[in-house]
C-alpha cells in the first residue's frame, strides 16, 4: 500500500454529483449523507480503508443509527466495495492509493473467489484476488481484533493502567491544579474532596469516551487539554459537572447534620442533656455498638445488647 502522509483526505468538488452520492441524497436525504461520511473518516484510519463487523458497530455506535441502517448506507449506493463482512471505500481507494482492492477485477489470470451474496445480491461486488484475501484482507482483520474496544487497528497506544496512572500523575501536580482552579474557577487544589471528586468524574468520563485507546498516545499534554476543554465555563459538561458537585456537597452537609443529631447509627436517641439512650430509655455508653433490634436492651454488666 502506498499511504500518503497527510491528514487529509482529498474529495472531490463534483462528489455530489457522482452517480452514487446522487442516490443516497434521493433515498436518504442529508442523514444518509452524513451516515457516509462518518463512515469514509472511520474508514481512514484502518489498514487498507478495509472494515469489518466490528468497525459497523462502531460506526453504529457513532452514528447513534442501527447497524442495518449503517449497512445498507454500505452497500446499496455503489460507494463500498464489499465482500463478506468486509467493506472499503471506494473515495478512499484514490486518497490513499491503495492497491489492495476488494472485488478487484483480476489480472494475469489469478483466480478469484466468489462469496455468497447477502441478501440476494449481485456476487459481482463479492470476488477477490485470492492472494490479497489471504494475506492483506486477513491481516487487517487481525489487527482490528487486538483492541480494547474501539475497532481501531493497534499502534503506539496506551494502556488502561497506564491511562489510570497519567492521570493520576497530573492532579499531583499542584502548580497545575492551582492555575487551573484560578483560571476555571474549579476548587480542585484547594478542596481535597472536591477534587476528589472531580478526577473520578474525569476518568469516568474518558472511559465511556475510550479515547486513550483510540490508536493515538495518550499523553500528559493531551490529558490536558481534555480536561480544560472538559472544564471550560459555559459549555455543557462544565455545568453537568457544577451541578453534580453542588448535590455531592449537599448530602455531605445533609450527613453531617445528621451525624451532629444522632452521632451513631441504629435505634436510640439522644436525651436533653445529650446522653445516648436506647430504644427503652435506658442510658447507653457513646460508644455502645448500634442496636439494629428495637426489642433489645442495653445491659451495663455484659456491656451488649440483650
Known sequence: MKKKRSGYIQISRKLMESKGVYELRRAEKAEGLGVFMMIVFELAKYEDAIGNEETLLIISMLAHKKKSYVWHIIKDFGLFDVEGEHFQCRLLQKTFNIETILGDTPSGGESTVNERPLNGESTTLYKVRAEARRSQIQNT????????????????????????????????SPDWLEKIEQRMALCICSNKMIREFVKRSFIDEIEMNGCYDDGEPFTISRAKRYFVNWIRPGKAPREELNKKINNMLRFNVEQAKRKAGKPFDGYGTIDSKGRRRGP???IVPMDAPACMDDMMEWNNKTQCWE
Open 280 to 282: 427503652h430509655g435506658e
Open 141 to 172: 482483520r487481525i489487527q482490528n481484533t487486538k483492541n480494547i474496544g474501539t475497532g481501531v487497528p493497534i499502534r503506539t497506544t496506551t494502556s488502561t493502567t497506564d491511562f489510570h496512572e497519567l492521570i493520576e500523575d497530573i492532579f499531583r
